[in-house]
């Protein structure tokens, strides 16, 4: 399922085509995917402009000239082609749901082949309190993100850290890899109770959870299967995983025996793998 850094990536893509732009097509294929899809969605695209494209959490919102705006996830599958005027014009797939043309004739496509999306209409005043974000806890790339605030709402939390910092009523978008990742480089136990760590290891936590997601940006986030950013193209963090789906292997700087102690360890928490070094990580 695309993370924080794979939506950010999309939605970096998509702002150079949409924002500013004017839609004059729209066509709605899949009336329903996750959602009942708006029949209202085509008529609040078609013939207006475009005036905002920003992410909240795993969201992706486009603010429209009309006073609504679309709200989407992308789900499992979920993914945007882009059909550039130069290119062979849009032929429908099966799994294609949405399309939008700008003014300067770029095609945009939403599909999603296994349809856990979301593609939703909003009046724009609504979207920060709706249910898709009405509940989400802060940005971990903000400046309120700090180590003092998580200190707070950990307080009185004594569930595994990981399965804390991917609570979205905490802090949004710090998936499963990005988790297990950020943890390894602070050298904190994933299953450490959470109101058991300090402010200081709190502020070296917080400190690579920044790092590891801007680092996964910087590379168009992690392709373990089905992500692609709206070229087409795979992400490439992946390569840069240093416990992540590496059970069994060494991890970086290792100065153990791991050929006996059996290298990084997977362990199942809250139904998802974690992986980690029981040497380093405390």
């Known amino acids: ?46 013939n207006h402009r475009v005036l905002g494209v920003y992410r909240r959490a795993k969201y992706m919102v486009f603010d429209m000239d009309d006073g609504h705006s679309i709200i989407v996830h992308l789900g499992m599958t979920g993914v945007f082609r882009t059909i550039l005027p130069n290119q062979k014009k849009f032929e429908k797939d099966i799994h294609d749901h949405f399309l939008m043309q700008t003014e300067d004739g770029v095609e945009i496509v939403f ?13 724009t005043e609504e979207v920060s309190r709706s249910k898709y974000l009405g ?19 950990l307080a009185r939390r004594s569930l595994p850290i990981k399965q804390a910092i991917m609570d979205q009523k905490i802090v949004v978008g710090v998936g499963n890899i990005y ?58 963090f992946q390569m840069h995983f240093e416990v992540y789906d590496r059970e069994g292997k060494p991890c970086p700087d290792c100065t153990c025996d791991w050929e006996k102690i059996g290298g990084i360890k997977r362990i199942v928490q809250g139904s998802r793998s974690t992986f980690y070094c029981e040497t380093k990580q405390r």
């Open 179 to 236: 988790a297990s990742e950020a943890l390894f480089k602070s050298r904190i136990d994933p299953r450490r109770a959470a109101n058991t760590l300090d402010e200081s290891e709190l502020t070296t936590l917080v400190k690579n959870i920044k790092s590891v997601l801007r680092e996964a940006i910087k590379n168009g986030g992690s392709t373990l299967r089905d992500y692609r950013n709206i070229g087409g193209e795979r992400g490439y």
């Open 111 to 123: 599909r999603d082949p296994r349809r856990f999306g979301v593609l939703d209409v909003l009046k």
């Open 135 to 153: 509940h989400l806890g802060i940005e971990p790339l903000s400046r309120e993100f700090t180590a003092k605030k998580l200190h707070a709402d």
């Open 1 to 46: 399922m695309p993370e924080l850094p794979e939506v950010e990536t999309v939605m970096n893509g998509l702002r150079q085509f949409l924002l500013g732009k004017k839609i004059v097509r729209a066509k709605l294929f899949t009336p329903k995917i996750r959602n009942i899809v708006p029949k209202k969605i085509s008529k609040t695209v078609e």
